[in-house]
């Protein structure tokens, strides 16, 4: 009795880590939103393996992101995310952070549906711009306006990132607020419909 009393309540990862159940966690959104960083940091929250599929690309192919889009094209680069992605979800849970165009191809996207919980970092062109203008290492960007051509990417991928399961708004705020409303919204998620 005294033991029961004594118990913690649970924390939010622990609460969270619950409602995952052996469900995947995979995050979508566009270039900047954070899936990488906050992926990373969600899974060593949830105590789950993680993932980035652009990673996994890289180690696999043993090129850059920029290498593979110059040498093969963009279409080769769909086809290898497709297979990688298929992969990395068919055993769970563990945490796996998309590039921005996995969840738009449409092969790829059945793949994520069936595989896990998807969450949509969703995010505004001034956040996303503030970020990725520091690095070049995103070839969808090497164009003449690319502020323009991301929020060209913003007009076309939102409505279908919108099918995500879940939605967190991504902003300019501590990346451990970002973890513990991904963490917040797994667990209102709650256990349900683990099938998919
Ligand atoms: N909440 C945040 N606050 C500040 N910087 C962030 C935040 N989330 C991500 N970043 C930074 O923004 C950049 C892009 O993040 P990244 O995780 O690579 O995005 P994505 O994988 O979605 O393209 C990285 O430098 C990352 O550290
Ligand atoms: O939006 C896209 O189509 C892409 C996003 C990139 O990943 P991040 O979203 O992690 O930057 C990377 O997969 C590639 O440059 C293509
Ligand atoms: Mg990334």
């Known amino acids: ?39 990373r940091m969600t899974a060593q929250a949830l105590g789950v393996p993680f993932v980035d599929s652009d990673h996994e690309i890289e180690r696999v192919s043993r090129m850059s ?9 963009e279409a080769e680069f769909r086809a ?3 297979r ?7 055993s769970g849970p563990r945490v796996v952070s998309t590039g921005g165009g996995a969840y738009i191809n449409e092969n790829t996207r059945r793949h994520i549906k069936r595989g896990g919980l998807t969450v ?39 409505p279908i990132y919108a099918e995500a399961d879940l939605t967190v708004m991504s902003r300019d705020v501590k ?4 973890v513990e ?8 998620a709650g256990p349900r419909n683990q099938t998919r």
């Not at 609460?15 to 899936?35: E, H, S």
């Not at 990688?84 to 068919?90: A, C, P």
């Not at 956040?127 to 969808?140: A, G, I, S, Y």
């Open 120 to 158: 949509w970092l969703n995010a505004d062109l001034d956040v996303l711009w503030e970020r990725v203008n520091k690095r070049d290492t995103r070839p969808l960007l090497k164009t003449e306006n690319p502020r323009q051509t991301l929020e060209n990417l913003m007009n076309a991928r939102y």
């Open 84 to 90: 990688v992605i298929k992969r990395l979800l068919r």
């Open 65 to 73: 992101i920029t290498d593979l889009f110059a040498a093969y094209g």
């Open 181 to 188: 409303e991904v963490l917040a919204a797994i667990t209102a």
């Open 175 to 178: 990346k451990e607020t970002m």
């Open 80 to 82: 290898l995310e497709t």
């Open 1 to 39: 009795m005294t033991e029961l009393i004594d118990q913690a309540p649970p924390t939010l990862a622990e609460q969270a880590r619950a409602a995952l159940g052996k469900r995947n966690l995979v995050l979508i959104g566009l270039m900047g939103a954070g899936k990488s960083a906050i992926g």
